[in-house]
């Protein structure tokens, strides 16, 4: 099975367990609110209590009706898509729209809590609503596009992109920027927007693209480079499922006189994005051990 997708399901199994405290949660609140108790004289006599009770029920209500709207989601899109197409961009923008809706709940929960009646006050402040939708608009649009994004099967976490004169491997998608990471390090933020109204190249969408290793060898190194490749090749059989095992080489870039700039390659699936890192962990680990042992040597 994909990681990816196990990694998703055992949060969403950690969830599902909160979701429980939540709802025996709500039915004790519930019941101290609505039923006939022995409380129910010190709540008439203290209101605030009584809305901060009230709130409380309204805000775990809304937060496990959003639960269940997306353990839903979630659920459907799990089980119709396929174990090599999972996305964690779908997570993500589900992710994203949990939190706009539970910040919504929360707010009218405060009103609650203070005694407001979230429809009049609403109503009240109109005019101040739509000068706020107005001063915010580049957000709103920002925030829409972001959700395109994350529900579009286009980019993904972790593809390597081309954006005008910048380029980098995407490390996040928020409501307002994609946020990438170029080859020396370096944090490049784009509104969403420019995104959407840019031409994108997108360099990981194969079936398979190239992890490449720059190392040098040092001219004085006993080591043929026959060798150097069978060992790093094998060290490759860990993961035979998701490398091409045939495609791997490695390759000559530069020769000087202290040292030759070598090159080792090969294929992997795109979209095994856990496996890509353990795999960039054991070959630099490999090349690290081969210099180490010939220097014991």
């Avoid at 174990?83 to 964690?88: A, G, N, S, T």
Wanted: aromatic residues 8%; proline residues 2%; hydrophobic residues 45%.
């Amino acid at each position: 099975m994909n990681q990816l997708k196990t990694s998703i399901q055992s949060k969403e199994n950690v969830k599902r367990r909160n979701f429980v405290l939540k709802l025996l949660l709500l039915i004790s609140l519930d019941y101290i609110y609505v039923g006939n108790t022995v409380l129910r004289p010190f709540l008439d006599n203290y209101p605030a209590i009584n809305n901060l009770i009230r709130a409380s029920v309204f805000l775990l209500s809304g937060n496990l009706i959003i639960s269940l709207g997306r353990f839903a989601a979630l659920r459907f899109y799990l089980k119709k898509t396929k174990d090599e197409k999972v996305q964690p961009n779908f997570v993500i923008g589900i992710g994203r729209i949990t939190w706009i809706l539970n910040v919504i709940i929360l707010l009218i929960s405060l009103m609650l809590a203070l005694g407001i009646r979230p429809l009049e006050f609403l109503t009240s402040i109109t005019i101040v609503a739509a000068a706020i939708a107005v001063l915010t608009k580049d957000y709103i649009t920002n925030i829409a596009n972001g959700l395109i994004i994350m529900f579009s099967d286009q980019l993904e976490i972790g593809d390597k992109i081309q954006i005008g004169k910048n380029t980098g491997f995407i490390r996040d998608i928020t409501l307002i920027n994609l946020v990438l990471k170029n080859e020396t390090g370096e944090t490049i933020i784009v509104p969403n927007s420019m995104v959407l109204a840019s031409e994108i190249v997108n360099f990981s969408r194969n079936n398979a693209h190239q992890l490449v290793f720059d190392f040098e060898v040092s001219t004085k190194s006993d080591l043929p480079l026959d060798e150097i490749e069978r060992r790093l090749i094998d060290k490759l059989g860990l993961y035979s499922d998701y490398i091409y095992l045939k495609g791997a080489q490695l390759s000559v870039l530069e020769r000087k006189s202290e040292y030759q700039l070598i090159r080792f390659q090969f294929p992997i699936k795109t979209g095994e994005k856990e496996v890509e890192s353990k795999v960039r962990k054991t070959i630099n680990q490999a090349i690290i051990n081969l210099f180490h042992e010939e220097r014991e040597a």
